[in-house]
């Protein structure tokens, strides 16, 4: 914006100038000659019975779209932006007024509603000339005003080399608010590097890397098709200018060629369709330069087909899929390529069903069905809706003049927002506590990095919107924020899952939450994390941690020592591990035979068993299901048959998985004494990746009673599973 803006003098006084007549509209308009422009706005308006020439092409396209609107506001703005700006030169030689000019007739192209134009016109006057917000907000009302103050930059005086950072910073808070900010910002950002070629090597190349990191990626996620697609082309021309200029070739050849065989396949299309008696409108859509290398990289050599898409627009949704039947009959569908975007619409609202047929001679040819309305909003994005505190565009609540009447307070008063999408409103949320900008410029890059976006179910019934590659450390901190720190698992579509789990869209996630207070996350969390609301929520507690920790003795030292104190002395292993113990209930059809119960598996009355000889002339039960058994089956081991006696009382070992927190094992211990079970033995390993295996065996008065027992061993926070021991063959 000011990079190119010298000799900036005062404005002199601004009359007000009557309403004038509405422009004649014209079906087609002439190319921009910024020139004639820049001479056209150096004299200033022409008359006050009519709008100045300088932006008669800004009053047609705005008509276009907003027939009865009012031009009045238009005009006023440009006068005071044209009167701020004079005598200011852009670096290319033109009057600085081309540039809002040149701003205002993108936004105006794409649909923009009067507001966003009467502010795109003024978007650098209190950046670059005297005007003051003050006089904005006097002269043009709050709203306007604050789309101004949005995209107007931090002093370099002020903040040095986080100015940059910053001014991002508080544009995307102004977003939050109202996401016209942005799109005045990616206009203003694209006429910019229209023009970029005026300054030295190095400044295009920062220009344009940031253009390439934020902006871009911004305008993707905002659905502005037709400027994220141009930045890209013209970032991709300073970035890589040997690969575009490649590119550029290739496009020029096709163009070149004698055959097209996208049109031949467009009138195919349409034939198909008129005989359907389906009305619709076949183009064809030539692929941007980015676009086209993306292809020769993933396709290697290009066919005539390669080099664009065939697009066609219905009016109806239900038009959409009777296009889909008749091209998958009548043509060789690539069933690989099919996507539905209708159904399912992109994280950024963007709608439309995808698919590619097959020529005979094996070309193929992508094909693109949309409404017309959804082709408006995949081109226009979030510019298409206008003021988002009001009705959308075409709704029964639209005014004249294209503007529409404010909608109704939410909660609190505030006004809802429905085009403020789910990553904007967690983007906000992280950056709030990123005080430090190198962080906030770090971060941001890597979040708008995350180009797909996925949905996962909670327990509650609620959905979590996430970055793809999240996991479940992400969903916790998605859902509880800093409360998150007292997560001890997840259970991941009904089954247990380690927190670093990658999520998949359509996963259900239920967070299990621990009860201690003093838990917190661990430094492996961070390996886990991939949205920055929970690295930055995570880095922040081990940093406090850290600050809080006894000289000498780091965090996780302390916290390990804790759990290990807790722990007794695991005893000696059994000299006899196959044999746990005599007396059991358990009886065999050989009289004089001792049955003991084997150590491996530990069965307990109404178990089904199986008897086998061991040293000593003693028989070992075994559950029929034990590996040992089973292996012992298979070697022909000779069974002996073995029942269950009037004893109910048994012994059996149980193994609890947990996550390490302190006093677990008392808690454990309390939990079983209150079923009136005794604890013949207890081993606690030491904890590995935050999880801790407990070993028991115990005595139970009732065999009846173990699944009660192992359900309130279950019910002991920190605890995730509890199973009867198995060998180690199983």
């Not at 930059?153 to 808070?173: I, S």
């Not at 992400?474 to 991941?492: F, K, L, N, P, T």
């Not at 193994?655 to 008392?666: D, I, K, Q, T, Y």
Request: glycine fraction near 8%; charge should be negative; hydrophobic fraction near 40%.
């Amino acid at each position: 914006m000011s990079a190119e803006a010298t000799n900036a003098a005062t404005p002199g006084a601004v009359t007000p100038v009557p309403q004038s007549p509405p422009a004649p509209r014209r079906r087609s308009r002439s190319r921009i000659d910024l020139r004639r422009l820049g001479r056209a706005a150096l004299l200033g308006p022409n008359g006050r019975d009519r709008l100045p020439d300088a932006i008669s092409h800004v009053a047609e396209a705005h008509r276009a779209h907003f027939p009865e609107a009012d031009l009045e506001p238009l005009r006023r703005a440009y006068v005071l932006a044209e009167s701020s700006h004079r005598g200011q030169m852009r670096k290319s030689g033109e009057p600085y007024i081309t540039h809002p000019l040149a701003v205002t007739l993108i936004l105006a192209e794409l649909g923009a509603e009067t507001t966003t134009l009467t502010a795109s016109l003024l978007h650098d006057t209190v950046e670059d000339t005297a005007v003051t917000l003050e006089q904005v907000r006097a002269e043009f009302g709050e709203e306007v005003s604050y789309l101004v103050d949005g995209v107007t930059k931090l002093e370099k005086v002020d903040y040095g080399a986080a100015a940059e950072p910053e001014t991002f910073r508080k544009m995307l808070v102004a977003t939050g608010n109202d996401v016209r900010v942005m799109s005045i910002k990616l206009a203003d950002r694209l006429h910019n590097m229209r023009t970029l070629g005026v300054m030295r090597r190095e400044k295009q190349e920062r220009i344009a890397k940031v253009t390439h990191e934020v902006l871009i990626p911004l305008a993707e996620r905002l659905g502005v098709q037709v400027l994220k697609t141009e930045l890209e082309d013209l970032v991709f021309a300073v970035l890589r200018p040997e690969e575009h200029e490649r590119t550029r070739e290739l496009i020029d050849g096709n163009a070149a060629a004698a055959e097209d065989p996208l049109a031949e396949m467009a009138e195919s299309v349409r034939a198909v369709l008129r005989e359907a008696d389906i009305p619709a409108e076949v183009v064809i859509r030539p692929r941007h330069a980015v676009s086209v290398h993306r292809v020769s990289v993933k396709r290697g050599q290009l066919r005539g087909t390669d080099f664009g898409r065939l697009l066609v627009l219905v009016n109806e949704d239900a038009d959409c899929y009777g296009v889909l039947g008749e091209l998958h009959t009548c043509f060789t569908p690539v069933v690989s390529e099919f996507k539905d975007f209708i159904a399912v619409p992109k994280f950024n609202l963007y709608q439309s069903l995808h698919t590619a047929v097959a020529r005979e001679d094996g070309q193929v040819a992508e094909v693109l069905i949309r409404t017309h309305r959804m082709h408006q909003f995949a081109e226009a994005g979030v510019i298409a809706l206008g003021n988002p505190h009001v009705a959308p565009p075409g709704s029964d609540e639209q005014g004249e003049g294209g503007e529409r009447d404010r909608g109704d307070a939410g909660p609190d008063g505030e006004r809802a927002d429905p085009t403020r999408p789910g990553w904007l409103s967690r983007l906000l949320a992280w950056q709030a506590a990123a005080p430090d900008t190198d962080i906030f410029w770090s971060t941001l890059r890597q979040d708008l990095a995350q180009d797909r976006e996925i949905t996962v179910f909670r327990a509650d019934g609620g959905a979590l919107g996430l970055p793809e590659g999240s996991t479940c450390v992400d969903a916790a901190y998605a859902q509880y924020g800093e409360d998150a720190h007292s997560c001890i698992g997840a259970r991941v579509n009904g089954r247990l899952a380690a927190l670093g789990t990658v999520l998949r869209d359509g996963d259900r996630v239920q967070l299990l939450m621990g009860q201690d207070p003093a838990s917190e996350p661990s430094r492996e969390w961070l390996d886990h994390a991939h949205t920055p609301t929970a690295r930055i929520a995570i880095q922040r507690r081990l940093a406090a941690r850290a600050a809080e920790a006894p000289a000498g003795e780091t965090p996780a030292e302390g916290r390990a020592d804790e759990a290990i104190r807790e722990v007794p002395p695991a005893p000696e292993p059994s000299v006899e591990p196959d044999v746990s113990f005599r007396g059991t209930g358990v009886l065999s059809d050989r009289p004089g035979l001792a049955v003991r119960l084997a150590g491996c598996c530990t069965p307990v009355p109404g178990d089904d068993i199986v008897g086998f000889t061991v040293r000593g002339g003693a028989v070992a039960a075994h559950r029929v299901d034990c590996a040992t058994a089973v292996r012992m089956l298979g070697t022909g081991r000779e069974q002996v048959p073995v029942h269950w006696g009037e004893t109910t009382a048994c012994r059996v070992t149980l193994v609890a998985e947990s996550f390490g927190r302190p006093h677990l094992l008392a808690d454990l211990t309390e939990a079983i004494a209150a079923e009136g079970v005794d604890i013949v033995s207890a081993t606690v390993e030491p904890p590995v990746r935050q999880r801790v295996r407990h070993t028991y065996t115990l005595h139970l008065p009732d065999a009846g009673h173990l699944s009660a027992l192992m359900r309130a061993m279950r019910d002991v926070p920190g605890v995730f599973d509890v199973s009867r021991a198995a060998s180690a063959a199983q």
